[in-house]
């Protein structure tokens, strides 16, 4: 029988929800890699790790990056939009070398909780990943979203290139008529992702725990 071992999180009041006993990541079941060939999606996006190694895609796959409140939340809303291959949350945006979630929540290492997408450009478009992102959350809020403050939980789009840079500067000015107060969303180039601990990989879907609400239905992406 496997030996579960119970441990108090402390770190989980940083997305302002109760602290509460959950299964060490070596303790827990293993959970198995899902691949875009079993028709699942992944969680092992170009390759990242926690030490902020080069990021690589598999074959013709592209890379991507948003940061739109709680990470939780926004990794699942991704996993929902078809040709999404991989996702995994963690830090960018800082100047803190291989920040821990602790550090992050202290609000001095300048990184923002960020999803790190992997997807085929022949299934889903940069726009629609574009689209998605406006849909998940409220741009407009400063250094918070929702219930959630402090710069980690601000609203930035990552890009990996000069084409995404000019794709996301498009799409944050058709968004901007849709909202009555200016859109604080940054875009801002990718320079290194460090990939979150296991506690908070694909932590709704492996929970079952909407604590990090998006502002749509998942079915709907």
């Given at each position: 029988m496997r030996k579960v071992l119970a441990v108090s999180v402390?770190?989980?009041?940083?997305?302002?929800?109760?602290?509460?006993?959950?299964?060490?990541s070596e303790s827990a079941a293993p959970q198995p890699e899902m691949t875009k060939t079993n028709g699942k999606v992944g969680t092992?996006?170009?390759?990242?790790?926690?030490?902020?190694?080069?990021?690589?895609?598999?074959?013709?796959?592209?890379?991507?990056?948003?940061?739109a409140g709680c990470f939780w939340g926004v990794e699942d809303g991704f996993r929902h939009v078809p040709g999404v291959v991989a996702t995994a949350p963690g830090y960018s945006g800082g100047h803190t070398e291989n920040p821990t979630y602790e550090d992050v929540c202290t609000h001095t290492t300048g990184h923002a909780e960020a999803v790190l997408v992997e997807y085929d450009p022949a299934k889903v478009s940069y726009e629609k990943l574009l689209q998605a992102f406006w849909m998940m959350h409220d741009p407009t809020q400063v250094n918070r979203q929702g219930p959630d403050y402090g710069d980690n939980y601000r609203s930035v789009i990552f890009t990996f290139d000069d084409d995404q840079a000019r794709i996301a500067k498009a799409s944050k000015a058709?968004?901007?008529?849709?909202?009555?107060?200016?859109?604080?969303?940054?875009?801002e180039p990718m320079r290194v992702f460090y990939k979150?601990?296991?506690?908070?990989?694909?932590?709704?879907?492996?929970?079952?725990?909407?604590?990090?609400?998006?502002?749509?239905?998942?079915?709907?992406?």
């Open positions: 402390l770190s989980m009041a940083c997305h302002g929800v109760t602290t509460q006993p959950v299964a060490t092992d996006p170009g390759h990242s790790t926690a030490t902020g190694a080069k990021l690589v895609p598999v074959g013709n796959d592209k890379l991507a990056a948003f940061a058709k968004e901007q008529p849709n909202h009555d107060k200016p859109i604080a969303t940054s875009i979150a601990e296991a506690f908070h990989q694909q932590y709704s879907e492996r929970t079952g725990d909407h604590s990090c609400p998006i502002h749509l239905k998942l079915e709907s992406l």
